[in-house]
């Protein structure tokens, strides 16, 4: 099932993007270099989203050449190779990372979110009205919409670190499964999306001049 899932990501998000998708419980690898001193303290349940994110970030640059190499933070913001952005994200289940070359995309986010209904008492709070359009069920589109903005958040977070979900204002696009969001006073992003039966994946990106 993973490996269905990673061929119809790699056709379906942004081309210059690299994806390595799993369940936290298979992406156990081995944490490298400094790594191990982010997450020290740590219960075992965050130790293993941090464990799984780090080993799906290598595996997605090893599919544009890299070696393995450690992936420190900074303020929980993974610090990449100089020519490599990159983005990583966990829900309950499972993780994704993406990678893309620095020459080609300027700055990138990803986010993964179980395909489930989010609570009635949060919508107002993630979407403006017009970003659930007609939908019957509005509380599986807010999912949508918390997945996309998040993905936002992570491509803005050096530049922009200090914005909300009404900061941010969507325009979705079905039939590329696209869209574009745009920031209040910042730039506009675009992006991409995934939905199947048990996980969305949002992926946006700032193209490089």
């Known amino acids: 099932m993973i490996d269905l899932l990673q061929r119809q990501l790699d056709g379906r998000l942004i081309p210059e993007v690299y994806t390595a998708l799993d369940t936290i419980a298979s992406a156990q690898g081995k944490l490298l270099g400094a790594e191990e001193q982010i997450i020290a303290r740590a219960n075992n349940k965050r130790r293993q989203e941090f464990v799984a994110g780090r080993t799906l970030a290598r595996r997605a640059l090893q599919r544009i050449g890299y070696g393995a190499t450690d992936i420190f933070a900074k303020d929980r913001i993974p610090i990449w190779p100089p020519s490599i952005v990159g983005s990583i994200s966990h829900c309950k289940t499972h993780a994704i990372a993406a990678v893309a070359p620095r020459c080609k995309v300027l700055s990138l986010g990803i986010d993964v979110e179980e395909n489930q209904a989010i609570p009635p008492d949060t919508i107002d709070m993630i979407c403006h009205a017009e970003e659930?359009?007609?939908?019957?069920?509005?509380?599986?589109?807010?999912?949508?919409?918390?997945?996309?903005?998040?993905?936002?958040?992570?491509?803005?977070?050096?530049?922009?670190?200090?914005?909300?979900?009404?900061?941010?204002?969507?325009?979705?696009?079905?039939?590329?499964?696209?869209?574009?969001?745009?920031?209040?006073?910042?730039?506009?992003?675009?992006?991409?999306?995934?939905?199947?039966?048990?996980?969305?994946?949002?992926?946006?990106?700032i193209r490089a001049s």
């Open 132 to 205: 659930l359009g007609n939908s019957i069920d509005a509380c599986y589109t807010a999912t949508l919409v918390f997945s996309a903005k998040e993905a936002v958040f992570k491509a803005v977070s050096t530049t922009l670190p200090y914005i909300d979900f009404h900061d941010v204002r969507l325009q979705f696009s079905s039939a590329s499964r696209s869209f574009l969001a745009q920031i209040r006073n910042g730039p506009s992003l675009h992006g991409s999306y995934f939905i199947d039966r048990v996980l969305i994946v949002t992926t946006t990106f």
